[in-house]
C-alpha cells in the first residue's frame, strides 16, 4: 500500500470511528436521559470510542478496514444496548432515543459545512471543480494547511451526510423504522414494536435499504453540494 492510500485510509477510519462513536453516543444519552440507564451502565454515554468498539469490534474495527482494503471505501456498524422492555413501555421515548442517532450526524454534516463556508468565506477553499465523496472542497493554496484539511473535512461531511440518511431510512433494523412509532397511538406502536424484533424482518429491511439506498444517496448528496455552494450547479 502506498504511503498516501495509507493516510487516505488512517482518515477515512479516524473519521468513521468518531461518527459512528458520536451516534451511538446520542442514542445512549437519549435513552438515558429518557428513563432507560442500560446503555450508560455499559460506558456508551461517551465520545471514548473504547466502549463503543469493545461492543462492536467486527463492525467497528474489522470490517471497515477490510472493506477500505477491498474498496477505498469504509463500511461497518455499531449499535448501543437499550432495554427492550423499557421501549415497549414507552414507544414514543424510544422514538425520541432512535432519532438522537441520527440527530448526531446531521450535526456533524453542518459542523463540517459550517468550517467549509468558513473557508471559502476566509479565501482558503474553494469550491472544487469536480466534487465527490472525498472532494466536497478544495485549497486554494495546494501547498498550504488547508489543503491537509481538505480530505478529513471532505469525509466527515459526506459519510455523517450517508450515515444520516441511511438511518433514517423507515426499514428495520435501521433507526428510521424506530422513529415510525413515535407518530402512532402507543397500542399501535407497541404491536409494530414487536413486529420489528422479527428476524425475518430484519434481514429483509436491510436487503430493501441497499435496493433503495443508492438511489437517494447520490441526489442527496447533489442537493447538499449546490446549498455548500449556491450557484455551482452540480449535477
Known amino acids: 500500500m502506498n504511503p498516501q492510500l495509507l493516510v487516505e485510509g488512517l482518515t477515512w477510519f479516524v473519521v468513521f470511528i468518531f461518527s459512528t462513536t458520536l451516534h451511538e453516543a446520542g442514542h445512549a444519552l437519549a435513552a438515558w436521559k429518557l428513563g432507560d440507564s442500560t446503555a450508560y451502565e455499559g460506558g456508551q454515554v461517551s465520545l471514548n470510542p473504547l466502549p463503543h468498539i469493545r461492543r462492536e469490534p467486527v463492525g467497528m474495527v474489522l470490517v471497515p478496514l477490510i472493506s477500505f482494503a477491498m474498496s477505498h471505501w469504509m463500511m461497518g456498524w455499531a449499535s448501543a444496548p437499550y432495554d427492550p422492555l423499557w421501549a415497549h413501555r414507552y414507544p414514543k421515548r424510544a422514538a425520541l432515543m432512535a432519532a438522537a442517532g441520527p440527530a448526531a450526524n446531521l450535526l456533524l454534516v453542518l459542523v463540517a459545512g459550517l468550517l467549509i463556508r468558513a473557508g471559502v468565506w476566509s479565501g482558503i477553499f474553494e469550491a472544487p471543480d469536480v466534487a465527490n465523496f472525498t472532494a466536497v472542497t478544495a485549497a486554494v493554496s495546494a501547498g498550504s494547511w488547508a489543503a491537509a484539511a481538505v480530505t478529513p473535512l471532505s469525509i466527515l461531511f459526506s459519510l455523517n451526510l450517508l450515515l444520516f440518511a441511511f438511518n433514517l431510512l423507515p426499514l428495520p433494523p435501521l433507526d428510521g423504522?424506530?422513529?415510525?412509532?413515535?407518530?402512532?397511538?402507543?397500542d399501535m406502536a407497541r404491536g409494530f414494536h414487536n413486529l420489528l424484533r422479527q428476524p425475518m424482518f430484519s434481514m429483509i429491511g436491510l436487503l430493501a435499504a441497499w435496493r433503495v439506498f443508492p438511489l437517494v444517496s447520490d441526489p442527496l448528496q447533489t442537493?447538499?453540494?449546490?446549498?455548500?455552494?449556491?450557484?455551482a450547479g452540480y449535477h
Open 223 to 231: 442537493l447538499a453540494l449546490n446549498l455548500l455552494y449556491p450557484g
Open 177 to 186: 423504522s424506530a422513529i415510525l412509532p413515535g407518530v402512532m397511538s402507543d
